[in-house]
Structures are given as C-alpha cells and as structure tokens.
C-alpha cells in the first residue's frame, strides 16, 4: 500500500476508535442510570449524533455492544478507583484507599448513574448468558481486589485474624447499599460505610 | 337489574379480578428475573394465554402495570415476611423472626427471581416517576418495620444502646447482597448474614 493508501486506513481506524470510545462513554452513562437492557443502537445514535448504521457497524449485535459497556466501565473503575488506590501501602492502608477512591468515584459521579456494576448486578442475578457472566467476573475481580488486600493485612499484622470471605461479602453489600442510598438522597450513606467498615478493620491485641 | 343481570356483571368482575391475579404474578416474576422494564403485555399474553386486548383493557398503561406488580409485590412481601413475623415477641425476637421468614421468602423463592425489591431497587434509583417512586415507598416501608422493632428494643432493654439508621441501612444492605448472592450461587449467604447481624443486635451489659 501507498503511503496515501495507508493514511487512509488510518483516519478510517482512527474514527473508529474515536466513535467506538464515544458510544461507549454514552452507553455506559445510560446503563448505569437505566441499566444495560436500555442500551439501544437507536438511542445511542439519538444521544451521540453519530449514524445509526454506523454504531452498528462497529458492534454488530446488541449483545456485543453490552459486553463492550461492560468492560468500558470496568476500565473506569480500575482507572478511578483500583490504579489510583495503588500508591498506598499495601493492606489495611489500601483498602481504606479504595473505599476513599470508589467514594469519588460514586460520588463525582463518573458513570451518570453512579457504580456502573451495583445498577446492574441485581438485574442480572437470575439471567443466564455472556452479559451476566461478564457483570458476575468484574464483581469477582473487585472482591478479589479486596479479598488480596484483607489477606494481607491479617498476614502482616496489620489486622487481628478475620473471615476474609464474610469480610468481602460485608464491605461490598454496604457499597451496593450506599450507592442506591446516594442516588435517592441519603448524602450520608458514604460516612454510614466508613463507621462500618471502621468496626470491621480491626487492629491486632 | 334483574338477578340475571347481575350475575352476569358478577362474573365479568370475578373473572376481571382473576385474569388481573393471574398477571400481575407472572407480571411479578418476570420483574424479579428481568426487571420491571421487561413486562409488557405481550411477554404478559404469552406467558399466561390470555389476550394481550384482555390485558391491555385491565391495565391501561405499561406504568399502571408496573405500579400494579409493585404493589402486588408489596403484598407478597408482607404476607410472606412481615405479618408471619407478628406472632413473634416484639424487638430482638420479631427483628429475627423477620430475617428467618425473609431468608424463606428468598430462598424459595416466593418471587421466581427472589426479591422483587432487590431485583429492582438499584435499576431504579437514579430514576424519577411514580414506578420509582412506588419502589423506595416500598423500601421505605420495610426500614420503617426493621427501624420500629429496634427501637423497641432498645427501649425494653433487649438491647443495648445503638444507632437505629445506621443499623437499619446495615441490614437491609445485607439483604439485598445476599439476595444477589443466593441467585448466583452461594448458597452460605443467608448465614453469613445471620453472622453479621448476631454481632450487631448485642445485649445490654
């Protein structure tokens, strides 16, 4: 290919990527207020301005363009709240850093509808097929996250011995919670889950 | 009106009061599985054999609908958790009775996908509009139920002192977790919240 062939080919991947990124941002912001169901090549077309056809193109089925909003918002919350909690010191220190970044980022919020998983993991709970069990590894992932960092600190000291996968279950139910609480009004559903987790994390004898 | 007459306006209201039973449980099943965006009259026509026109005469709308299935829900609920709950003592004892009919209630399930709130509560609280609306009068309600037994707990001296909100969202918060977590598979949800709550609701000393 030509030099001018190739420049073609790379504004046409280039626009790709700039409309694909662009859909994804809108379509995540619409499943984190509506949930994914609301996803529609129709309304994105309607919301971002770009061709319908177009959109379609790049996702082909419904189906693709929900799995792709959910791995979207699953960047933003590794970028918003996993990345930046990782310049604290490992364990007790770093879950506390992880609670301090999800807070912003339900709170900012940077998904319009506040936590992209906790809108949708409900919903999803009695379906079968690829969008639940993508929905069901990103939360797998997060208890992990959090699962790793309680481990350690009862390893290293930092916390008296505790049921790991109790503790988990405990922290991520108050963050689902307060998510819905925040979005209703309750401005202090953040400072409820501190106190809380505040009586879990603690010190050794 | 002739006798005749009337039994022929009676049995048009039976039938209308039974064709409207028969839809608003399956209208109720299908918002626990999928959402109450997922009922429409003609999910609600195939599912149950009865015309969608038939359907469409009773409800009106797909938000009269939807309000219905709620209240409906809401039935369910108090028949199957909070009034079978009222043959307990009042306080610790009724808060206990409320989680063990609760965790039959879930378990079951009554709802083919669980909870009905739970289902829906998260979906909908970035919402506006009477369904939203109906959902958090709903939840609203069930604090008040949980709020009412530990306050009258506290005051009998059955336990100790401790701050009713912040408990009430605690619990409810592992409701709804443990709802999602029965759906996808982990059958121990339902004793960890046993665990968790037992070291909330602590005697006087």
């Known amino acids: ?6 420049e073609v080919v790379d504004k046409r991947l280039l626009r790709g990527a700039r409309t694909r990124k662009v859909v994804l941002e809108r379509a995540v912001d619409i499943a984190s207020l509506d949930g994914l169901e609301a996803i529609s090549f129709g309304r994105l ?49 770093r879950v506390w850093a992880l609670l301090d970044h999800w807070a912003v980022y339900v709170s900012t919020p940077v998904c319009a509808g506040g936590c992209f998983r906790a809108a949708n993991l409900a919903a999803f709970d009695s379906r079968t097929g690829p969008v639940h069990d993508a929905l069901f590894r990103d939360h797998r992932a997060w208890l992990d996250t959090l699962s790793g960092e309680l481990r350690y600190a009862v390893e290293a000291g930092q916390l008296a011995d505790l049921d790991i996968g109790l503790t988990v279950f405990h922290i991520d139910a108050l ?3 307060a998510n819905t609480a925040l979005r209703t009004g309750d401005d202090a559903a953040v400072d409820k889950v501190r106190r809380i987790v505040s009586s879990l994390l603690v010190a050794p004898r």
Chains 1, 2 share one sequence.
């Open 1 to 6: 290919m030509g030099s001018a062939a190739t």
């Open 45 to 93: 077309a309607a919301d971002t301005g770009l061709s319908k056809a177009g959109i379609q193109t790049l996702f082909k089925t419904k189906e693709t363009l929900q799995l792709a909003a959910v791995d979207h918002a699953r960047e933003l919350f590794v970028d918003h709240v996993v990345r930046p909690a990782r310049s604290a010191p490992r364990g007790v220190e």
């Open 175 to 177: 963050l689902c919670a």
